[in-house]
């Protein structure tokens, strides 16, 4: 399955395109008068495999950028306020906005995960040099860095640890970018309420105002429980990749 | 062989006060943090004022890696045995963030301070509660 994934680039499919394609599918949807579309740009909509081909490149831009968003905004809402450089009212209302666009649920620290985390630290600076301690600032992909590296071990590819937590991650990267384009589809979704039903503002035509209010409300709720769930996959991932620390892999194979 | 740190150790106010200092060039040891570790463990036994005593950790060096963070666990694990506290001071702003992604920060009885008086001022302070 693993083979075929790879293959078919189902992993970058999932990661990228299927985000990509809510938000663009979204945005299209609730914002683009056919009416209004030029008629040169007609002429090549009319030409499916065209038509195919852009849209894939457009939700696959739109996948990666939403991924880029959602990486850096869940990093920086796991940076404690003191941290970010932020006091006061600032820190408040940057948390509030941070908690609404990126809430997820980190997984807790013991002993046994602090310890292993040191582990992989230290692995990393093997390879990497002094650099390894500043990799984990990077706490969503750092564990997948260990891992390619672990993977370069004789025999190591075939380690059902490492495959279970390679897919944790692609799970967590599906959820977490798919979060965001719902979020975003609500929010649209909302906004377009507010232009018809408060200001009167009928162009582009709209959908029907009820379905606006349950796409709105269902896009925000659907984001929070996909982060819910992202922060399941992730804590996966991590106790999974910490239980791989325990096997130490990383040392260099005596020749 | 002559060790590339240096700690001190002293008894402040009923908590044992470690300085550590160390040449960025000995960050690149991976043998450092074990050894760095078991030397704060031991003057830490050594100046043990009594049970349940903290131990305030003041790191005098513009870097840290991962070896730093292995003697501090070390340390820690130590201190926590004694039902002490182990306050970090002084640790290389930049490496803070690291310092909490890695989990030490969020331990029960890992804290930071910004000054050594801030330390010790907290450690009393949840001794008299």
Same mark, same amino acid.
């Given at each position: ?72 905004? =869940? ?5 404690? =306020? ?125 959908? =029907? ?20 769930? =992202? ?25 | ?129």
């Amino acid at each position: 399955m693993k083979d075929l994934i790879e293959k078919l680039g189902l992993d970058e499919f999932f990661t990228f395109v299927a985000p990509g394609s809510v938000l663009l599918g979204s945005v299209i949807a609730l914002w683009v008068d056919p009416a209004m579309v030029p008629p040169g740009l007609r002429a090549i909509l009319k030409h499916p495999p065209i038509l195919f081909a852009a849209l894939l490149l457009a939700a696959y831009t739109c996948g990666h950028v939403l991924s880029l968003w959602a990486e850096g905004g =869940a990093d920086r809402y796991l940076t404690p =306020a003191s941290l970010r450089g932020v006091r006061g009212a600032l820190a408040f209302f940057q948390g509030g906005v941070l908690a609404f666009f990126h809430w997820m649920s980190p997984p807790k620290h013991d002993e046994f995960i602090v310890e292993a985390k040191i582990r992989i630290a230290e692995s990393l600076e093997r390879y990497g040099g002094l650099a390894g301690v500043r990799l984990s600032e990077n706490p969503l992909g750092w564990l997948s860095l260990y891992r390619s590296v672990v993977a370069g071990r004789p025999g190591a590819k075939d380690n059902p640890l490492l495959q279970a937590a390679d897919s944790a991650h692609r799970r967590l990267g599906f959820a977490l970018g798919t979060s965001l384009a719902l979020l975003c589809v609500g929010l649209q979704a909302l906004l377009r309420f507010l232009l018809s039903f408060v200001w009167q503002l009928a162009r582009p035509p709209l959908p =029907a105002l009820g379905l606006l209010c349950i796409v709105g409300v269902g896009g925000v709720a659907a984001s929070f429980a996909l982060r819910w769930a =992202a922060g399941r996959w992730w804590r996966q991932e991590l106790l999974l990749t910490c239980a791989i620390t325990q096997i130490d892999l990383t040392t260099p194979a005596k020749p | 062989m002559p060790e590339d740190f240096n700690i001190t150790s002293r008894i402040e106010r009923g908590s044992v006060v470690l300085s550590v200092q160390y040449s960025p060039e000995s960050l690149r040891d991976p043998g450092l943090g074990e050894r760095l570790g078991l030397e704060m463990v031991r003057l830490y036994e050594a100046n043990l004022p009594g049970p349940g005593a903290s131990c305030v950790v003041v790191i005098q060096a513009a870097v840290a890696a991962s070896v730093i963070v292995r003697a501090l666990y070390t340390l820690y694990q130590k201190v926590r045995k004694q039902a002490g506290q182990v306050f970090l001071v002084g640790f290389p702003e930049d490496c803070m963030r690291s310092l909490a992604m890695l989990g030490l920060s969020s331990l029960r009885g890992f804290n930071s301070a910004e000054s050594e008086e801030q330390a010790l001022k907290l450690i009393s302070a949840s001794e008299n509660r």
